[in-house]
Structure formats: C-alpha cells, structure tokens
C-alpha cells in the first residue's frame, strides 16, 4: 500500500488549503484516516480524523475550520483547511488505514509524506 499526500503550500492568514492523501496497491478501499501535524522539535499532533462509519474528531484548535471528507472511489481523504492562521504552520501527515484487496481483505496501516503548510501573518 502507498499513499500520496499532496496540496500543501503557502497562504495567507485567513485563507485556505486542502491536502490529500490517495491510497494506492494492495487496496480494496479506504477504511480510516487520521491527520496529524509537527512542528521542527516537537511532538506530532493530532489533528482531526474520520472513522470507518465517517463519523469526524477534530482537535479543539481546529474545530469549525477543518474538515476531513473521503472519496470512496478514488480511495482518497482530504483536509479542508479555511480560515487558516500562522500557528496552523507545520508539516502535516496523514495516517490512512486501508482495506487490502482479496482474498486477504484486512486491515492495514500507512503513513503519508510530510505535507509542508506554512501561513504566512
């Protein structure tokens, strides 16, 4: 199973990204996502996830301004992010766990890439 993570970049206060992360090989379809970010020297945080069933977390820090969504047929989840500010800066990665394709049909964990976000004040 690899994963792609993607749609990082740099904006302005206020404004908005939207990452990805596709899974692509041994995949039957997408079961899980959570997201996570990291500062340089810090611990990775959570960020926000979205169930088997899509049912959504969010960490306080992001609530009403991020969004997970999955698109089932492309075996993708995303990351809506709005109103962003200077302290959403840092690299974000994604954790998917997938449905492998038959006959094994089980569970499996992967990591995205880092995903630069840098919002600018």
């Known amino acids: 199973v690899q994963l792609q993570a993607s749609g990082g970049g740099q904006v302005q206060t206020e404004g908005s990204l939207r990452l990805s992360c596709a899974a692509s090989?041994?995949?039957?379809?997408?079961?899980?996502v959570d997201w996570y970010r990291e500062l340089p020297g810090k611990q990775r945080d959570f960020v926000a996830s979205?169930?088997?069933?899509?049912?959504?977390n969010y960490a306080d820090s992001v609530k009403g301004r991020f969004t997970v969504s999955r698109d089932n047929a492309k075996n993708t989840f995303y990351l809506q992010m709005n109103s962003l500010k200077p302290e959403d800066t840092a690299v974000y990665y994604c954790?998917?766990?997938?449905?492998?394709?038959?006959?094994?049909?089980?569970?499996?964990?992967?990591w995205g890439q880092g995903i630069q976000v840098t919002v600018a004040s």
């Open positions: 954790k998917v766990q997938v449905i492998t394709a038959p006959p094994k049909f089980r569970l499996q964990d992967a």
């Open positions: 090989g041994d995949v039957f379809g997408p079961n899980s």
């Open positions: 979205m169930s088997s069933s899509s049912s959504t």
